[in-house]
């Protein structure tokens, strides 16, 4: 087990961490991890080719219990924390949030994307039913995030499974409006700053006037005013976003 410290509203906290390696699904058991701590796995996935290893952080709150079901997020980072060093996903968003709150109200997982790839959708909708299968999960409170790279891939993957998830958060992504009819019926609330010179704020416009155009009523935008490519941390920062999301289950069709 790794300690390391965390500065919190000019405290200084210690922050244990726990880095289990688990060679395949079958050994990714809700009883490795310890709750309250972030741990490091590693699943086999299937793809056109035969199979590949997706590496990930998992992490659930302090309080949690096989007896109760827990809503989970599946965090997708950006294209600067591509690669092979897991530490990398931590910079920004839930997986760095986790490290200072031990009580975050949900199972947080944050795969991360090989070097010089994209997000493939099969193989994230893959590790999501793993850890469904292998955690005590509320299958009806699934939601999804990412920023930049990661925004991308969390369109995609609401075009891709568009009952998967009950809520989702793109932060300065984009995707494909043709397919906005497959995304009217999901809870979508988009994040973008206005001088964004990495991807146009106008990539998240474009959806979300597609998906209004296309019947639906149940997605928003925030475009922050002056605001660069990091959108994410003044998004990630404000509370109301995880009280949004929890807000919406498939069961209550919110």
Same mark, same amino acid.
Not at 34 to 44: D, M, N, T
Not at 101 to 120: I, L, M, T, Y
């Given at each position: 087990?790794?300690?390391?410290?965390?500065?919190?509203?000019?405290?200084?906290?210690?922050?244990?961490?726990?880095?289990?390696?688990?060679?395949?699904?079958?050994?990714?058991?809700?009883?490795?991890?310890?709750?309250?701590?972030?741990?490091?796995?590693?699943?086999?996935?299937?793809?056109?080719?035969?199979?590949?290893?997706?590496?990930?952080?998992?992490?659930?709150?302090?309080?949690?219990?096989?007896?109760?079901?827990?809503?989970?997020?599946?965090?997708?980072?950006?294209?600067?924390?591509?690669?092979?060093?897991?530490?990398?996903?931590?910079?920004?968003?839930?997986?760095?949030?986790?490290?200072?709150?031990?009580?975050?109200?949900?199972?947080?997982?944050?795969?991360?994307?090989?070097? +010089?790839?994209?997000?493939?959708? =099969?193989?994230?909708?893959? #590790?999501?039913? @793993?850890?469904? !299968? *292998?955690? &005590?999960?509320?299958?009806?409170?699934?939601?999804?995030?990412?920023?930049?790279?990661?925004?991308?891939?969390?369109?995609?993957?609401?075009?891709?499974?568009?009952?998967?998830?009950?809520?989702?958060?793109?932060?300065?992504?984009?995707?494909?409006?043709?397919?906005?009819?497959?995304?009217?019926?999901?809870?979508?609330?988009?994040?973008?700053?206005?001088?964004?010179?990495?991807?146009?704020?106008?990539?998240?416009?474009?959806?979300?006037?597609?998906?209004?155009?296309?019947?639906?009523?149940?997605?928003?935008?925030?475009?922050?005013?002056?605001?660069?490519?990091?959108?994410?941390? +003044?998004?990630?920062?404000?509370? =109301?976003?995880?009280?949004? #999301?929890?807000? @919406?289950?498939? !069961? *209550?069709? &919110?």
């Amino acid at each position: 087990m790794r300690r390391s410290k965390q500065r919190v509203g000019g405290l200084v906290m210690t922050v244990s961490v726990a880095v289990i390696w688990s060679m395949g699904a079958d050994r990714a058991t809700a009883g490795e991890l310890i709750p309250g701590e972030q741990a490091a796995y590693k699943v086999s996935v299937k793809t056109a080719r035969g199979t590949t290893d997706v590496n990930f952080w998992m992490f659930v709150p302090r309080s949690y219990k096989k007896k109760q079901a827990w809503p989970l997020l599946l965090f997708l980072h950006g294209a600067g924390e591509r690669g092979s060093n897991l530490e990398a996903v931590k910079k920004w968003g839930p997986p760095r949030l986790v490290g200072k709150d031990r009580e975050f109200p949900f199972v947080v997982v944050s795969p991360q994307c090989p070097k +010089r790839a994209g997000w493939d959708s =099969k193989q994230i909708k893959q #590790l999501v039913e @793993h850890v469904v !299968k *292998s955690y &005590k999960i509320d299958e009806s409170r699934m939601y999804c995030t990412g920023l930049s790279m990661g925004g991308y891939g969390t369109w995609s993957m609401l075009a891709a499974y568009p009952k998967l998830f009950a809520a989702a958060i793109p932060i300065c992504g984009g995707g494909n409006p043709r397919l906005a009819s497959r995304m009217t019926r999901t809870p979508i609330w988009a994040f973008h700053g206005d001088a964004d010179r990495v991807v146009p704020a106008s990539r998240s416009r474009v959806m979300v006037d597609a998906i209004k155009k296309a019947g639906g009523n149940a997605v928003k935008f925030t475009l922050y005013p002056g605001v660069n490519h990091n959108s994410w941390s +003044r998004t990630y920062g404000n509370p =109301k976003v995880y009280q949004w #999301l929890l807000s @919406h289950s498939l !069961k *209550s069709g &919110k």
